[in-house]
């Protein structure tokens, strides 16, 4: 059956990107080393001990989570009463990734979230992250989202929200009744 549509001898799927296409394998790799490292723990110190690593881990990562959301609460809460924006760099969200990766069972997890728990550390990772978004919406292409945030970026660059209401003032047509809007 022929449709008329003109058709390509050869169609290519588009590439996928490097990200794509190794986290995956990334993602199984990490995996197998997290199980490796607590079979050898397991078979050194006992399985008892894995438990109690496991457990340990998941009260102090829950722990570390809930002092860092009700720290970000605060700073939120006074930021509000202020009437100003949260001060940038708090480092919040950065323990409360600290604290999860302190909950996944597994010792390179726990490595990873303890270090993300160390001030330098959590200086340094929140430098490599801003300026790597920053790169990234620089070179956002025109239409995308990272280009919405630039062109946000560009007319408020101060971050102020400036509270209003938007009033629509149309005539209705001759034989049409007026309605109000749906929500006040």
């Not at 080393?33 to 079979?39: K, M, Q, S, Y």
């Not at 323990?95 to 010792?107: E, F, H, N, R, T």
């Not at 025109?142 to 938007?166: C, Y």
Request: charged share 20%.
């Amino acid at each position: 059956m022929t449709t008329g549509a003109p058709t390509t001898p050869c169609t290519t799927r588009p590439r996928r990107s490097r990200l794509r296409r190794y986290l995956p394998l990334g993602v199984a790799a990490w995996l197998v080393l997290e199980i490796w490292l607590l079979t050898l723990v397991a078979g050194a110190a006992g399985g008892l001990a894995v438990f109690l690593l496991i457990v340990a881990g998941f009260v102090a990562g829950s722990v570390v989570i809930k002092r860092a959301g009700r720290r970000a609460f605060q700073s939120l809460n006074e930021a509000l009463q202020r009437g100003g924006s949260p001060e940038r760099g708090g480092g919040n969200g950065l323990l409360m990734l600290g604290g999860l990766l302190l909950m996944i069972p597994g010792l390179v997890s726990d490595a990873a979230g303890l270090l993300l728990l160390v001030p330098p550390v959590q200086r340094a990772v929140s430098r490599v992250a801003e300026n790597a978004l920053d790169k990234r919406l620089r070179t956002a292409a025109p239409g995308s989202l990272g280009d919405a945030f630039q062109q946000a970026r560009m007319h408020r660059p101060d971050g102020k929200v400036v509270q209003g209401e938007v009033i629509r003032q149309d005539r209705p047509e001759p034989g049409e009744e007026h309605r109000p809007p749906l929500t006040r």
